[in-house]
């Protein structure tokens, strides 16, 4: 019973911080301390995390931050969609969530591009190198998930109750993308989970968000605070098989199972309330024919100097 617990608690946990994640395979528990990686992360010609790392004694308090960057990919699994960086501070029983708009503008190589189009030109290591630089921080951890899994979680937890701001109609054939929701408080399934998470504009011009990019990422947060605040239930425990059965074939990421054991207990002792939501400041500017979203260098140091530490 204690594993299948924190096997859900960790699942619906990490589903919710990406809209969905988790860990890949069920291994035995270490009882004489838990593992957690260091500083030093390397990757090989696979881009498969080699890192070193160190056991801390479970009664050990630790003093530091953890850093998580979770993507969620798009149905043809070559750009990010959502893209946040999860700060967790055990002593201080805070986490913090950074959400990075995609179009956000990058260069690398010498040429500029989004920020989304990474993942598919180097994978979670090239993203993982410009969040880096962007925040200043070091990324300890990664989870990636396809919105198959999103789709299928959201289900399996009996939907989410969102009162829809505004309506929803868009209409991509390309990108086999098709939102159709009406305005008010609804129960959204899977699907239209996926509508309200990834809507942005309308087909017709004045059509969506003012905001445009922004708008979906406050939609995205407002998401992910009612899903921990209408799933935090002990009768969701009985899910827990399905949950880790749909994050194993839907995610990929360097979270080890000993590591997990040390977060959950963490988590045990956190307040819903204590879950802080900032996006990347910044302005969105058209350029070549196309719009990129310009980080703001000045505001983002300050967020993160005052918050994630």
Do not use: C
């Amino acid at each position: 019973m204690k594993i299948r617990k924190i096997v859900f608690w960790t699942s619906l946990i990490f589903s919710i911080l990406l809209f969905a994640q988790g860990i890949y395979t069920l291994k035995s528990f270490e009882p004489e301390g838990m593992r957690f990686y260091s500083e030093e992360m390397q990757y090989n010609a696979e881009n498969t995390p080699i890192t070193k790392v160190e056991y801390i004694p479970k009664a050990t308090t630790i003093n530091r931050s953890f850093n998580m960057l979770v993507l969620g990919l798009d149905d043809e699994e070559l750009r990010s969609d959502v893209i946040a960086l999860i700060n967790f501070n055990p002593a201080k029983k805070k986490i913090n969530i950074l959400s990075i708009a995609r179009d956000t503008r990058v260069k690398t190589n010498g040429k500029y591009g989004k920020i989304n189009a990474l993942i598919s030109k180097g994978g979670e290591e090239l993203v993982i190198s410009e969040v880096e630089k962007i925040t200043g921080l070091k990324i300890d951890y990664y989870v990636t998930l396809n919105f198959k899994g999103f789709r299928e979680i959201v289900d399996v937890m009996g939907g989410v109750e969102i009162d829809v701001p505004i309506d929803m109609k868009y209409d991509d054939p390309v990108q086999n993308l098709h939102i159709h929701l009406n305005k008010g408080k609804q129960i959204l399934d899977g699907e239209k989970a996926e509508q309200f998470v990834r809507y942005r504009k309308g087909n017709r011009k004045g059509e969506g968000y003012e905001d445009g990019d922004l708008g979906r990422i406050e939609a995205q947060q407002l998401f992910f605070k009612e899903f921990i605040k209408q799933k935090f239930k002990a009768k969701y425990i009985l899910k827990a098989g399905s949950i880790f059965s749909i994050l194993n074939e839907n995610m990929k990421t360097n979270i080890k199972i000993s590591d997990i054991d040390f977060f959950v207990r963490q988590f045990n002792n956190m307040k819903i309330d204590e879950i802080n939501t900032f996006t990347l400041p910044g302005k969105s500017i058209y350029k070549n024919g196309i719009w990129y979203y310009i980080y703001n260098e000045k505001k983002t140091n300050e967020i993160i100097e005052n918050n994630f530490n």
